[in-house]
């Protein structure tokens, strides 16, 4: 008691502004008392009306201080009795600080709170719970405000057990009255088991973290090797070609030009694919984090609590389109050049389309991937399946989508909002998913007329040119009731004589550049296959074409 004692004087002799003891103490005509200095400071500040900073009451004019020296005398006599002054600002407890329990009048900062007492206590009013036995077996973590969260709301007992028939933490009393029969444990040991699996999380992240740093460094390394192999192609082609004196000086500068725009066209694909590999990373380490913090965690009741909360971690696609070929991108070009500086006069009157072809994109300006074969059988083509969702940002106002995976044209528009990445003039929509690697997946379609396609993000989205398979950015199987299919690129229409079915598979080797269609029925049949280069990653696409026409992307196991 005599130390409460000691804390009322205290905060009744210091100052309300400084919140020290008082200085050449005044007092103004209110009846409240600051240091003088203080006071003078604060009326300084005010221009006209000065005020009370407690009361709020005005004085006109500014009143004349004086110092009261009976109060002065009475905190020196203070002073010398023991009395301290009030502790630093810092020390009290804030807007966002947990606030001492025990603490009367202003509050200082709680240091622990104990999960037994449900109460939160400053470094003087903690000391008990480190002195005394009787506190010996209580559990002490950081402080908290959610204190209340572990009370049960029902029977304001402490949640110290777990249902896992409801997902839920309770009292002991729940476990015997509205949880009777249920699968119910102690909240330490729910927190165990959670915990394994919370670490298990924590380990598939970091590995795919180091996965996925491990090929940013090979697409490095793939960047490197692009940029060197341009650039020894470059010098040889033009140590060749000075050989050739004036003649040949003009198709060098047309075959540099082109080394350099399939380089740059190879640059920006290797780039896109090493951003979309950094952002994972990044949202990888997020990830990691939130778990890491939620590891740590004292409070059981808190971790479950915000257990539930944590998405499921999807699973990981490692990219299996890197593929480092240092010194190999531009090989043909150089034999090309080569050649042509032995057969000169062959090559400038007959043979110079030779060399043109031999530069341009998608022929023989880089050599082909490493050989993969293409899966043959239905059970090889799986080991490539993934999962597509379509994006409703990208759909025709007047399709419909369902679980994502389901797309079925209608005759008035439904609620979408207006987005730029949104088809205006045709009924078509594009899939979330990116696609680069090798990727594999089915679709059911019904209807009249449905193309099934892949395009990149960046094809149009209105106008004649934004149609799928009427342009250089997108590549798309036309389906007709009869079964039977053509397919259409840039405005170019191939028939397709191999009987068809309702249900299509789609290959993609992004690398290989390599677009199969497949008849998915007791057997599969190849439709139609492109061999093409590649240059950013695809998205899958469908485009419907009257009311009854629908198309469902397949669950594959």
């Known amino acids: 008691m005599a130390q409460k004692g000691v804390d009322l004087d205290q905060e009744t002799f210091s100052c309300s502004i400084c919140l020290d003891l008082l200085k050449d103490p005044v007092t103004i005509p209110c009846g409240h008392s600051y240091c003088m200095k203080c006071i003078q400071g604060f009326w300084d500040e005010e221009e006209k009306i000065h005020s009370c900073p407690q009361c709020r009451k005005t004085f006109t004019p500014r009143p004349v201080l004086v110092k009261n020296t009976m109060l002065a005398a009475l905190v020196e006599q203070l002073k010398k009795t023991g009395l301290q002054a009030a502790p630093a600002d810092h020390c009290y407890a804030g ?51 959610n204190l209340q969260e572990n009370i049960c709301s029902i029977h304001d007992e402490v949640m110290k057990m777990f249902c896992r028939t409801d997902q839920k933490c309770i009292c002991y009393l729940c476990s015997v009255d509205e949880h009777r029969g249920h699968d119910t444990v102690s909240a330490a040991a729910e927190r165990t088991e959670r915990q394994r699996d919370l670490e298990e ?5 970091q590995q795919r973290i180091q996965d996925r740093e491990n090929e940013v460094k090979l697409l490095q390394q793939e960047l490197q090797a692009i940029n060197h192999s341009a650039d020894q192609t470059v010098k040889n082609s033009e140590k060749i070609f000075t050989q ?23 640059v920006s694909r290797v780039k896109d694919l090493q951003e979309e590999l950094e952002q994972e990373i990044t949202e990888l380490k997020r990830r990691d984090a939130e778990l890491k913090q939620l590891s ?34 531009f090989e043909d070009v150089r034999a090309a050049v080569s050649e042509l500086r032995d057969e000169l006069q062959d090559i400038l009157s007959e043979e110079w389309t030779n060399i043109s072809v031999t530069v341009t994109l998608g022929d023989v300006l880089l050599p082909e991937p ?12 799986l080991k490539f399946s993934c999962q597509i969702t379509l994006d409703p940002n990208t759909a025709h106002k007047e399709l419909l989508l369902s679980e994502n995976r389901k797309v079925k044209l209608m005759k008035q528009p439904q609620s979408y909002s207006d987005h730029p990445d949104r088809f205006t003039d045709y009924f078509q929509v594009l899939s979330r998913e990116s696609l680069t690697g090798r990727c594999y997946w089915e679709v059911d379609w019904r209807g009249d007329n449905v193309f099934l396609a892949v395009a990149y993000k960046k094809i149009r989205r209105s106008g004649h040119k934004s149609k799928f398979g009427l342009n250089d950015k997108s590549w798309a199987l036309y389906c007709s009731p009869d079964f039977s299919f053509s397919f259409y690129y840039n405005n170019k229409r191939t028939s397709i004589s191999a009987p068809g079915s309702s249900r299509i598979g789609v290959y993609l080797d992004h690398r290989a550049g390599v677009l199969s269609f497949y008849s ?38």
């Open 95 to 145: 807007p966002e600080d947990v606030s001492c329990d025990v603490c009367s009048g202003r509050k200082l900062k709680a240091i622990k709170s104990c999960l037994i007492c449900l109460a939160s206590y400053c470094e003087k009013h903690l000391q008990p719970h480190l002195d005394e036995a009787a506190f010996k077996k209580h559990k002490l973590v950081e402080p908290s405000k």
């Open 201 to 205: 999380s924590q380990q598939q992240i």
């Open 244 to 266: 050739m004196i004036r003649l040949i000086k003009k198709r060098s500068c047309d075959v540099k030009q082109q080394i350099r725009s399939q380089q740059q066209t190879e």
């Open 296 to 329: 740590l965690t004292e409070d059981h009741s808190q971790f479950l609590l915000n257990y539930p909360s944590l998405p499921p971690l999807s699973e990981s696609t490692p990219s299996s389109s890197i593929n480092v070929r240092p010194l190999r991108y």
């Open 370 to 381: 490493e050989p993969k074969s293409e899966p043959k059988s239905r059970a090889d083509l």
């Open 520 to 557: 998915v029925s007791k057997s599969m049949t190849l439709l139609h296959r492109v061999q093409t280069t590649f240059t950013r990653p695809l998205h899958a696409g469908v485009r419907l074409c009257w009311f009854r026409d629908s198309a469902e992307f397949c669950k594959l196991k």
